[in-house]
């Protein structure tokens, strides 16, 4: 089962208000607030769809850049432990901690399935 929308290297998610009696979501990994809703599965996934695309327009109109779901860098709290092991297993292998870091990372992935494509 699929509970995220994609258009244009976006995310959107999805949810359900009972108390409504509609499906609503919002972009997903950015700063700014774009949500959207819809009676339908249908419905809702042309209004994000038209979300992403008002959003980008939007950004161009005000001279802006869109922002892209996640930058391609984050900082992660591991402790000084993990962090020590990490870096020393770096070194034997002779690559950056970044390196390092970017191969677990993708072996997790991969291993679980969920190594989403560029």
Known sequence: MNNQLK??????S??????DNCLF???????ALVSYEGKTVAELDAAFCNAVDDYIATCEGLGQT??????GS???RVGH?????AALAA?????TLNDLT?????????????????
């Open 91 to 95: 070194t034997r292998q002779k690559v």
């Open 25 to 31: 979501g919002k972009l997903l990994f950015i700063k």
């Open 7 to 12: 258009h244009k290297g976006y995310i959107g």
């Open 102 to 118: 970017r191969q677990a990372l993708n072996e997790f992935l991969q291993h679980r399935g969920a190594l989403v494509a560029g």
């Open 81 to 85: 432990d993990l962090h020590l092991a």
């Open 66 to 71: 869109p922002e892209k779901p996640c930058k």
């Open 74 to 76: 984050f900082n992660v």
């Open 14 to 19: 999805i949810e359900a208000s009972i108390e």
